[in-house]
């Protein structure tokens, strides 16, 4: 987990506002699902293997232990869960080294979050080397913290990502807004108690008490991220 602020400085006034937005990266803020996708892809065709298009909504969104590891179970591939793993990361890293194309509506949410001073922080399942791959195209200063998921013991869909990030930024975890787009990040989010925006990417989500359904980030504001937690 980096910190570029110290956490004293982002505890909120009032006890009923809006303290903090947490945004999950692939697929929310940066259109990179595909890139892991074609990575699993082309990892399991190198291996001899053909990867069927319906297993694309299991891995989605879920830590790299689990979708490799469930790929792996599903085509039987010779290759040990940690080799798949660096074999993996190392195909997506190829595919960002000229960038990553942003979310639309991603660039103004994260210029407007800065501008109202809300402590915002990036917790997503990649490993920490992929997010600073990403971060040169995010821009490092617009969050306060981010989370890795090779930093924390549980990642997605368990709440250990979310609690971290509020600890860090010195929130209550009921007073913060996630930004989510698989029902992976989403289940870990709510586990946690945030008021959650689902912006599905691939499958469908459905919304429910606590959570909000939008079909793109243009749809989501500072207003609007208030209300999820003031109800007004």
């Known amino acids: ?121 990036l917790v997503s399942a990649s490993h920490r080397r992929i997010i600073d791959r990403v971060l040169a195209s995010l821009g490092h200063d617009r969050f306060s913290l981010t989370v890795a998921g090779d930093e924390v013991v549980r990642t997605k869909p368990h709440p250990e990502p979310y609690l971290a990030a509020a600890r860090g930024v010195g929130a209550d975890p009921t007073l913060c807004a996630v930004v989510e787009d698989t029902a992976t990040g989403v289940a870990a989010a709510e586990a946690a108690g945030c008021r959650v925006v689902a912006v599905p990417s691939v499958a469908p989500i459905a919304p429910s008490p606590g959570r909000v359904v939008v079909r793109s980030l243009e749809e989501v504001d500072v207003p609007f991220l208030r209300t999820l937690i003031t109800g007004i």
């Not at 505890?11 to 999950?24: I, P, T």
């Not at 259109?31 to 990867?51: M, N, S």
């Open 1 to 121: 987990m980096t910190s570029t602020v110290p956490a004293s400085l982002f505890r909120a006034n009032g006890s009923s506002a809006l303290q903090a937005v947490f945004l999950d990266m692939d697929g929310t803020l940066v259109d990179t699902e595909g890139f892991w996708w074609d990575a699993e892809v082309e990892a399991f065709a190198d291996l001899g293997h053909r990867l069927d298009e319906a297993w694309r909504d299991v891995v989605v969104g879920g830590p790299m232990t689990r979708s490799a590891g469930y790929l792996i179970e599903a085509t039987g591939a010779d290759i040990t869960l940690p080799e798949l793993t660096v074999l993996l990361n190392e195909k997506f890293e190829r595919r960002i080294e000229r960038g990553v194309p942003l979310m639309p509506g991603a660039e103004r949410l994260l210029a407007e979050l800065a501008r109202h001073s809300i402590p915002t922080a």
